[in-house]
Nanobody, 126 residues
């Protein structure tokens, strides 16, 4: 099992920055893929970004490309999401996820993930 705990959410003004963290514990060697998803009320959880085990490959949904950066520190068993130039439409609960699958790039679905955190709320004010 892998346990994931997000932190770093909060209120930020449009155009500002925020960094989310995801601390992993347990069988972290199985986290070939780590990812961020987000969800707003009444909508399905959507993919934001993912990173492979070594951190050498990343993938993003189009709406955050050039603004968000995903990274991981395996020595600290922690993943990050640096959010820059945030927009009101980035407001959501952000979830950390991990998968035993091999990283292939592109987009990932909720069903591709094996483990989930409980989420952290990001609110962007206009």
């Amino acid at each position: 099992q892998v346990q994931l705990v997000e932190s770093g959410g909060g209120l930020v003004q449009a155009g500002g920055s925020l960094r989310l963290s995801c601390a992993a514990s347990g069988r972290t060697f199985s986290t070939n893929i780590m990812a961020w998803f987000r969800q707003t009320p009444g909508k399905e959880r959507e993919f934001v970004a993912a990173i492979n085990l070594s951190g050498s490959s990343t993938t993003y949904t189009d709406s955050v490309k050039g603004r968000f950066t995903i990274s991981r520190d395996n020595a600290q068993n922690t993943m990050y999401l640096q959010m820059n130039s945030v927009k009101p439409e980035d407001t959501a609960v952000y979830y950390c996820a991990a998968s035993n699958r091999y990283f292939t790039g592109g987009s990932y679905r909720v069903g591709d993930m094996n483990y989930w955190g409980k989420g952290t709320l990001v609110t962007v004010s206009s």
